[in-house]
DNA sequence: TCACGATTTCACTAAAAACTGAAAATACCG
DNA sequence: CGGTATTTTCAGTTTTTAGTGAAATCGTGA
């Protein structure tokens, strides 16, 4: 015995599928980018029995990964009234989701990133020439641009959408 | 009996080891970031046995990832006259290395996001209401956000240094 | 406080990814 | 051609990461 599923439930089988396996390609584990997928596209929170069916997982697997999720704040935690089981929502709004992940990335990969390089245009500071000034200009070179980047995304993330489009469309145009 | 480096050498060394492991916090090969990091320092083209040696890496590894950096743009081989072995040459610029990534992320992993979400929708693009419309809505409402991302990428990526700066410039002002 | 539903942890296993080393293929030179 | 330096491939191994399932912990209401 088989549900039936509608055929937009098909389609968003397909989407969760897919979304894992491109997920691992750019290294976001497979079970996480799913459930992300599965909770973006749910009409109503659910809870980690309901993630644990749908993509046929462990409760560990499930718990794990949506915890990371709420980690990342791409996903947030909804509690009912008489009912004490925690259930699970995705942010839907695509600008939001965009923020939330420029944040975190900016957070988990650029700043180590900068320091790291600040760390090394700092020990040869002193290098005046050769090969040891053209490392210490390329630590100083890479920190900048990273730098300014971050500003650029800093100003992005803190404009309402609509200031983004108008801002992007003055670019387009 | 040690080999005394310079200063500037030992900073070298951490920031190949240290950008090496940032690399697998997001989803790159540590041996891939290693060399990238290996080249962008260095004063010369490395052939493969310098690799090799420098990171202590079998020739197989090397190889593999040299190539696969040749083959994301961002390392070039140099031939030298009278030596028949391939030298490596990893792109300094920092601008063009931002170029050459954002371009390549969009090849591999924007564009077939995109193919998925577009599959998605045109699959319930008869659904008029409820869990279905929100379902294909969702896919248009990402979809779109990507395409309009691509464009401002493509639009940026056309652009020389000096008038993006000058652009992103306007926007922080 | 006890019982129970729910969450969290974690030792273990499974799967995937990265790496090795040597053999095979290729390219160049006389 | 034949010899040699170099590149490429790939079966086998190691390492890392992801996932399981059951036990431990937590938290709430009776």
Known sequence: MSKELPEWEKAREE?????GSLGTQWGIPRTMAQIHALLMTAPEPMCTDDVMERLEISRGNAH???KDLVGWNLVRIITKKGDRKEYFEAEKDVW???IT???ERKRR?????????RDCAARTKEEAVGPGRDF???MKD????LSFGVKVADTVISM???SALQWAMRLLG
Chains 1, 2 share one sequence.
């Open 109 to 117: 990969e650029i700043e180590p990133a900068m320091q790291l390089l």
């Open 136 to 138: 210490h200009q390329q």
């Open 101 to 103: 992940i420029s944040k």
């Open 142 to 145: 890479l920190d900048e641009f």
């Open 160 to 162: 309402k959408h609509a």
């Open 15 to 19: 989407f969760v599928v897919q979304w």
């Open 64 to 66: 794990t990964n949506l």
């Open 96 to 98: 939001k989701i965009f």
